[in-house]
C-alpha cells in the first residue's frame, strides 16, 4: 500500500483573503501594512502533520533569522491499531486523526503555556500523503486559522523530513547533500538553500523503506517493518549472507531496492527447505505474506538474514551518499526520514563521513519518522526564507502526489 494513491480532493471556503504574513526581508517590506506581524516580535506557528498513521501537532517560535525554535509537540501513533491488518487502513487512519489532533492541540498548548490566540500561522501537511488523512490536518487547520483571524500554510511533507534536523542540537548549514529516506522515497539532493533541491538520484523502484518492511513481512516481522528488523538484526551476521546491492556501481546516483526483496524471499525459502521442519498447513494461508516455515528457524539464523538484508539496504545507501559528496564537491551530509533511524546505517554513515572529513547531521531519533515538529518547522522556514507566504486563503487543497521538485515553482 503507497500513501499516495487516491485523488487530490479540494473544498473551497469563500472567505475573503486578506494580505500573506511573511517574516522574510523582502517580502515584508511590500507588506509593510500587514497588521499582525512586527520584526521584532517573534512568530508563532502552530503545524499539523496527518499524512499517513501519526497525528502530530507541534508549536515552533520564529524570530529574524535564527532558527525556528521548538516550543512544544505532541504525536499520537496509530501503529498498534494499524498492525491487526499488516499495514495501513487509510480509512482508519482518516478516522483516527479526527479522534487525535484537538487533544494533541491542546496538549501542546498547555506544554508551550500559550493560548491558541497568541499563534500567528497555521501549518499543516498538504502532502503527499493519504487523500483523506490529509484533508483531516489541511480542514483542522484551515478552520481553526479561519476562526482565528490567521493565515494558513500548506507544507510539503518531505520537506518537513529534510529540514527536521535543524531541529536537532547539531543543526547544519546550507550547502549540503541530503540523503532521504522515508517509507515511500529514496532521494540523494543537492540542497542550496530552502526550497532550493537539486535531484541527483532517486529509486527507480522500491524506497530503502519499502525494502525493509517488505523484507520484514517476509520475516513475519508484521508492520511496521524497518524498526522490528532493525531489532533482529542486531544479533545476527551480516556477512551470514550474500544478497544483492541493487545499483551499487551502476555509476549514477540512482536506486532499486525491488530486487532485494525478491532475493530475500529466495533466501528465506532456501533456509526453511535446508531446515527440513514440517511447516504447519495454517502457515500456507497466512495473511501475514510470511515466508511459510520461517518462524520455526532457529532465532539466530532469523536473525543473520535480518542482518544480512539490513547491511545490503545500508551499504548502497552510504556507497550512494558518498559519491554524491564526492560529485557534488560538498563537505555536509543531512539524513532525514525514517530510515534516518536505523543505527546501522547511521554507524556506517559516521565511519564514512569521518574519514572524509564531512559533517554529518541527522534529526533527533524521536523526529526522524512523521511528526507535526517538521511542519511547523517547515512552515517558519520557508516564511523566513521568503520562498512562501502565508495567507488568508481557506479553501484548502491537498495533493496526495506531490514531487519535492515542484515547490520550486511554489
Ligand atoms: O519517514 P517515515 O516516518 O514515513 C514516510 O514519510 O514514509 O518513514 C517510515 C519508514 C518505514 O518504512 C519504516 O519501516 C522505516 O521508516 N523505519 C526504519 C526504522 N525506523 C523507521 N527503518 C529501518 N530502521 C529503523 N530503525
Ligand atoms: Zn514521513
Same mark, same amino acid.
Given at each position: 500500500m503507497t500513501k499516495a494513491d487516491a485523488v487530490p480532493p479540494t473544498a473551497q471556503n469563500q472567505h475573503q483573503a486578506a494580505p500573506p504574513v511573511t517574516p522574510a526581508a523582502s517580502v515584508r517590506n511590500k507588506l509593510s501594512d500587514e497588521p499582525t506581524y512586527r520584526e521584532a516580535q517573534p512568530l508563532l506557528v502552530l503545524g499539523f502533520e496527518s499524512s499517513c498513521d501519526e497525528t502530530g501537532v507541534a508549536l515552533v517560535e520564529l524570530q529574524g533569522q535564527a532558527v525556528p525554535r521548538l516550543l512544544a509537540h505532541a504525536l499520537f501513533s496509530q501503529v498498534e491499531m494499524h498492525q491487526a491488518f499488516g499495514g495501513v487502513v487509510p480509512e482508519l487512519a482518516s478516522r483516527d486523526h479526527i479522534r487525535r489532533v484537538l487533544p494533541l492541540t491542546t496538549e501542546v498548548m498547555t506544554s508551550a503555556r500559550r493560548s491558541l490566540k497568541e499563534v500567528d500561522v497555521v501549518a499543516y501537511t498538504r502532502g503527499p500523503g493519504l487523500a483523506g488523512a490529509l484533508l483531516v490536518g489541511a480542514g483542522l487547520a484551515c478552520a481553526l486559522a479561519a476562526a482565528l483571524d490567521k493565515p494558513v500554510l500548506g507544507v510539503h511533507h518531505l520537506e518537513g523530513h529534510l529540514l527536521s534536523p535543524f531541529l536537532s542540537a547539531d543543526p547544519p548549514q546550507f550547502p549540503f547533500v541530503a540523503l532521504l529516506v522515508s517509507g515511500g522515497h529514496t532521494q540523494l539532493m543537492r540542497v542550496d538553500g530552502v526550497g532550493r533541491y537539486d535531484m541527483l538520484g532517486e529509486t527507480i523502484d522500491d524506497a530503502a523503506g519499502e525494502a525493509f518492511d517488505k523484507s520484514a513481512k517476509l520475516m513475519g516481522l /508484521?508492520?511496521?517493518g524497518g524498526p522490528a528488523l532493525a531489532a533482529l538484526a542486531a544479533q545476527g551476521d551480516p556477512k551470514a549472507y550474500a544478497l544483492p546491492r541493487p545499483l551499487l556501481h551502476s555509476g549514477d546516483l540512482d536506486f532499486s531496492f525491488a530486487g532485494l526483496k525478491t532475493a530475500v524471499l529466495v533466501q528465506s525459502q532456501k533456509m526453511v527447505a535446508a531446515h527440513g521442519a514440517p511447516i504447519a498447513p495454517s502457515e500456507y494461508t497466512l495473511a501475514s505474506g510470511a515466508t511459510p516455515g520461517f518462524g520455526a528457524l532457529p532465532v539466530q539464523a532469523q536473525a543473520d538474514l535480518a542482518a544480512s538484508t539490513q547491511a545490503a539496504i545500508a551499504d548502497v545507501l552510504v556507497k550512494k551518499s558518498m559519491t554524491a559528496l564526492k560529485t557534488t564537491g560538498l563537505q555536509r551530509l543531512v539524513v532525514a526520514g525514517g530510515v534516518g533511524a536505523n543505527r546501522c546505517l547511521r554507524e556506517q554513515l559516521n565511519a564514512q563521513c569521518a574519514a572524509r572529513g564531512v559533517r554529518v547531521h541527522y534529526p533527533e531519533l524521536h523526529l526522524?519518522?512523521?511528526? /507535526?515538529a517538521m511542519i511547523a518547522l517547515a512552515a517558519a522556514m520557508r516564511l523566513q526564507s521568503g520562498m512562501q507566504e502565508a495567507k488568508r486563503d481557506y479553501g484548502f487543497h491537498v495533493q496526495p502526489r506531490w514531487p519535492l521538485q515542484s515547490l520550486l515553482s511554489a
Open positions: /508484521g508492520y511496521p526522524c519518522t512523521d511528526n /507535526g
